[in-house]
């Protein structure tokens, strides 16, 4: 080939005063020039620290265990034919699971309650509730109306919105306290006058009044969290679909992505 015809060839040559759009749209395959801005977004708090998300996720499993094993404690089946009974532990071991989840459950919660003072602000928002706060009601009842699909757009919110926040408080703080307590009380029962969760729950037995009694209260107590997990696994769905901002990967990694720049 002349040096003539490589004249001829047409060569590209670098633009460094080419408009960010440009770059932008080459590394991205093609932006339109309407995401660029989405492009360029950055806005990200870090809100769950990792002891939080740790104990989130323990927590998970260990109610997961504790319903499973419960409903099978509460309505055992009617029979398995493994092997002689004399030969097979089923049940034994069922119980056993519900006690080990019980206990794990427990010292998560009490490690939960000691981070709650030396973690961020958002580490605390599990164990109390503004109710002093005229602007806490009124977004309270914004979220209710969104959940129902009767507002258009959702606001923002770096911690829990003031639904979700209510939730967690009946349901994780109130309600998991509530299902520790009587659990011990039962289990204080097998363990017999005198020992140390005896001493420590037996007052719950004289408090309720019988023993079939509290069984049925930590029964349904049981029910009232698994609906609560439902809704709660329904809702992070739902809001990381729809919301203006991240949910469940920010209880994995710990910050929270939001989907626009606006304030609220």
Known sequence: MSSKDRTDIPIHIPTPEAPTPLEAA????????????????????????????????VNALAITVLIVTGYLIGSPPPTMEISEATNQFVFGYIRFAHFAAGMVMTFAFLGRIYFAFIGNRHARQLFYIPFWRKRWWKELLFEARWYAFLEKEPKKYIGHNPLAHLAMFTFITLGMSFMIVTGFALYAEGAGQGSIYDRMFGWV????????????????????????????????????????????????????????????
């Open 26 to 57: 080459r590394l991205t395959g093609g932006a339109r020039p309407e995401d660029i801005a989405s492009l360029q977004l950055r806005t990200a708090v870090y809100v769950y620290e990792m002891p939080v998300r740790i104990w989130h996720w």
């Open 205 to 264: 037995l004289g408090l309720v009044g019988n023993s079939q009694r509290l069984h049925t209260l930590h029964h349904l107590g049981m029910w009232a969290i698994t609906l609560f997990a439902i809704f709660h696994i329904y809702a992070a769905i739902r809001e990381d679909i729809m919301s203006r901002q991240s949910m469940i990967t920010t209880m994995i990694s710990g910050w929270r992505t939001f989907k626009d720049n606006r304030v609220e």
